[in-house]
């Protein structure tokens, strides 16, 4: 409905109202990338050998 209300009628400020709106549809996707590689950056990095260091796969018995 916005978007035919904006652009049916013609009126002084409608740059300035179309921006507004472009930018106000564009703040979730910004937070929902933010958050999104919040969670990648958490996610621990998996080593070939399934071993984090070298003293991880001596026994000592």
Known sequence: MTAYAIDRF???L???VVAAFLL???V???ISIY???Q???GIPVSH???YRD???RVSIE
């Open 35 to 37: 958050i999104f590689l």
């Open 54 to 56: 070298i003293t991880e």
């Open 10 to 12: 013609a009126f002084r």
């Open 24 to 26: 106000a549809s564009l």
């Open 48 to 50: 070939p050998t399934g």
């Open 14 to 16: 409608r740059r300035l």
């Open 39 to 41: 969670f990648i950056r």
């Open 28 to 30: 979730p996707d910004i």
